[in-house]
């Protein structure tokens, strides 16, 4: 695992090697050669075994869907290593808000917008309807969702709906 920090540049590069270690504990891409980091194989392996191993791949495996799939499906909050573009992907913040409803921290804006997006995420976390839009903090489905799934998300909806007595009564 992470010993691979105080191995040689040499065994730093060799992939059976980086392969053993990332797949023992996949912050040890960390300490992987720039090649390696940007190798497929040896990503996969480690966001699969810890999805914040994204942070050290490459610009080029950060905009892959493949892998930062693998990354939120194990680590919803891995988004926030992937590509702009991922991050604005529907597909890639669906599996990473299922996963931690939080990660729609990291989602685009015009995902944040995107109900069927934000539904699942307060489904799966109520809290994260303080990173929706603020057109769905005031949208009554969302927001009972969210407090259905934690009371506290209440702050986070809008004023209109706050200041609603039927709708705080429900």
Not at 14 to 33: I, N, P, R, T
Not at 118 to 131: D, F, H, K, P, S
Request: negative net charge.
């Amino acid at each position: 695992g992470r010993a691979l920090e105080y191995a040689s540049e040499e065994l730093k590069k060799d992939k059976e090697v980086v392969m053993a270690a990332v797949a023992q504990d996949g912050w040890a891409l960390e300490y992987a050669s720039d090649e390696l980091k940007n190798d497929k194989d040896v990503v996969m392996v480690a966001v699969t075994e810890n999805g914040w191993a994204l942070r050290y791949a490459s610009a080029e495996l950060k905009n892959d869907k493949e892998v930062v799939m693998a990354a939120v499906v194990q680590k919803g909050d891995a988004l926030r290593y992937a590509s702009e573009i991922l991050k604005n992907d529907k597909d890639v913040v669906l599996a990473a808000v299922a996963q931690d409803g939080l990660a729609l921290k990291y989602a685009s804006d015009e995902l944040k917008n995107d109900k069927e997006v934000v539904m699942a995420a307060v489904t799966q976390n109520g809290r994260a309807l303080e990173y929706a839009s603020d057109e769905l903090k005031n949208d009554k489905e969302v927001v009972m969702a969210a407090v259905a799934q934690n009371g506290y998300a209440l702050q986070d909806a809008s004023d209109e709906l706050k200041n609603d007595k039927e709708f705080v009564m429900a």
